[in-house]
C-alpha cells in the first residue's frame, strides 16, 4: 500500500506530538527528564514486532532474528514515522529540562 505525502506528514506530526505529550507527563510525574527516551524504543519493538514479550526470554535467538528482519524491511515512510516519536520523546525531556532550570516546579 502506497502512503500518500500528506499521510505521512500527519503521521509524524501525530507521533510527534503523541510521544512529546506522553513524554512531558512521564517527566513531570516522575521527575525523570529523559524516561521516555529511554523507554521509547521498547516501544517502537512492540509496534514494528509480532513477537510476543515472553518470547525474548524464552526463545531469544528466534525472537531476534525476527526483530532484525522486521528492521530492516522497514519502509523509509516506517523509519520517519518512527523517527518523528522519537523526536517527540527527546523534546519532551529538553523541554523539561528547560522549564525545572527556569523555576518551574512540577508537581
Not at 518470547?55 to 528482519?69: I, Q, S
Not at 523534546?91 to 516546579?105: P, Q, S
Request: hydrophobic share 65%.
Amino acid at each position: 500500500m502506497e502512503m500518500t505525502i500528506v499521510t505521512l506528514i500527519i503521521s509524524m506530526l501525530l507521533f510527534f506530538v503523541l510521544f512529546f505529550g506522553i513524554g512531558f507527563l512521564l517527566n513531570m510525574l516522575l521527575r525523570m527528564s529523559w524516561i521516555m527516551a529511554i523507554i521509547y524504543p521498547i516501544v517502537a519493538i512492540f509496534i514494528i514486532d509480532d513477537v510476543r514479550f515472553i518470547e525474548y526470554f524464552t526463545n531469544f535467538k528466534k525472537a531476534f532474528a525476527e526483530l532484525g528482519r522486521r528492521f530492516s524491511h522497514l519502509a523509509i515512510a516506517d523509519v520517519l514515522i518512527l523517527s518523528s516519536g522519537f523526536a517527540g520523546a527527546i523534546v519532551a525531556g529538553i523541554t523539561i529540562k528547560l522549564l525545572r532550570k527556569k523555576g518551574y516546579r512540577m508537581f
